[in-house]
Nanobody, 122 residues
Framework: QLQLEESGGDLVQPGGSLKLSCVGF????????IGWFRQAPGAEREGVSC????????IYADSVKGRFTISRDSVKNAVYLQMNSLKPEDTAVYYC???????????????WGKGTLVTVSS
């Protein structure tokens, strides 16, 4: 059974950094596009970043460009999201998801983790 598990969420001050991890179980991340999404209270789930199955193509939301970096470790079957210069508006539950291709629409992703909470506050 294909599963995704996120970790790394925490409370951090504005301007700080966090690195989120997404580990895949029951499948190879090298065969799937892996995306990071987030959902703030009262808001819709939005795409943050995505890496194609080849590992070459990456996509970032305008709101995180230059601050967030997606990467992967094929040996650990994991995808990471390095988040720098965090802002209060980055506060949300962050999810990783898998699909055959990257998509900004959450409905186009097939498999989801349970999420990890990131809170940016002083």
């Amino acid at each position: 059974q294909l599963q995704l598990e996120e970790s790394g969420g925490d409370l951090v001050q504005p301007g700080g950094s966090l690195k989120l991890s997404c580990v895949g179980f029951g499948f190879s991340i090298d065969l799937h596009a892996i995306g990071w999404f987030r959902q703030a209270p009262g808001a819709e789930r939005e795409g943050v970043s995505c890496m194609s199955s080849s590992g070459v193509g990456t996509i970032y939301a305008d709101s995180v460009k230059g601050r967030f970096t997606i990467s992967r470790d094929s040996v650990k079957n994991a995808v990471y999201l390095q988040m720098n210069s965090l802002k209060p508006e980055d506060t949300a539950v962050y999810y990783c998801a898998a699909a055959w291709g990257c998509a900004s629409d959450a409905d186009e992703m097939h498999y989801w983790g349970k999420g990890t909470l990131v809170t940016v506050s002083s």
